[in-house]
């Protein structure tokens, strides 16, 4: 079957990012057809393939967060490895990072740097409090960032204590924002010829989240709080326990809703009252509308066989991205790509003996 061409063709992105929020966003723009290369640390690697739960050895968190991407290993505190991607730098597209800020400038790897190399680069940094203020160079992770944003006070039971949401949504959420930037900063270069840098945090995007609660402090000073599963404005918008256990989720969130639910709440689907079990994660995986929208794809792993793979989270009518290819060992491409930017086999062995490179 011919693959539609992906609007990402031709567009190579190094990830010289870690974890979470970066590879989500080096993932979003391979499953659109970037070249992306996954830039890993030839001793510790990425961490996030220590994470369980595993299957023969493999991460289920690294096997979906990195498919679809190519694979070096770079010692980027050695001078010789930054030499390696200043060279990589100039064929490239996109640079993400998502180290402590200065990092990348006490390698000799900063924006400024890398620009004077490739002016049409498109440098993307991920940080928890963003690139300047007086937070700046503050270390910070996911859960830590819900605590600071105010998020973590307003989730929970009333009477309950602060509680961290149940995915890393703000690292996600980021890496979703930051892959909407960077293709925003591609289009403005192809208008204007001119890379530039796009700054990303966690600080940001949970304030863009927090949205109508922060709006309504600015406005009226009202501090928001946690309401357990309710809603501040709508009602009845919340979980109920049903007599054999079970929990479900009623939103009877207007008028036209109310007055469905009032004659009618033991049959609320059939009366068209938005209503619904909470499921836990092996239901939804199993429920047929999952099935029906393609959300759940399969890809052949060298090591696990046919695996599924969680796909995709939007449908084109003109193109198909999805997952092409498994998440790529550590320095499973390293020399696929320097023979692709001019390393002979006897320098790459060289680097190889210095530890350079894996």
Known sequence: MTIPTLSLDGIRVLDCSRVLAGPFCGMLLADLGADVIKVEDP????????????KEGESAAY?????????IT?????????EVLTTLVGRSDVLIENFRTGTMESFGLGYETLAAVNPRLIY??????GRTGPRADGAGYEALMQAFSGIMSITGEPDGP????GVSFLDLTTGILCAFGIVNALLHRERTGLGQRVDGSLLETAVALLNYHAEGYLLTGAIPTALGSSHPSLSPYRNFRCRDGQWVFIAGANDRFWQRLVPALKILEEAGVPATPVNTVDRVMDDPQTAARRIIERVVHPRLGEIPVVGTPVKFSRMRPGVRTPAPRQGEHTDQ???????????????RAKKVIL
């Open 337 to 351: 790509v320097l023979a692709e930017h001019g390393y002979s086999a006897g320098r790459i062995a060289e680097l």
């Open 43 to 54: 001793g510790s690697g990425d961490e996030s393939r220590t994470w369980p739960p595993h």
């Open 74 to 82: 770079l010692d980027l505190k050695s001078a010789e490895g930054v």
């Open 63 to 71: 096997l979906v967060i990195n498919r679809n991407k190519r694979d």
């Open 124 to 129: 993307c940094s991920i940080s928890a409090f």
């Open 162 to 165: 602060p509680v961290r949401c």
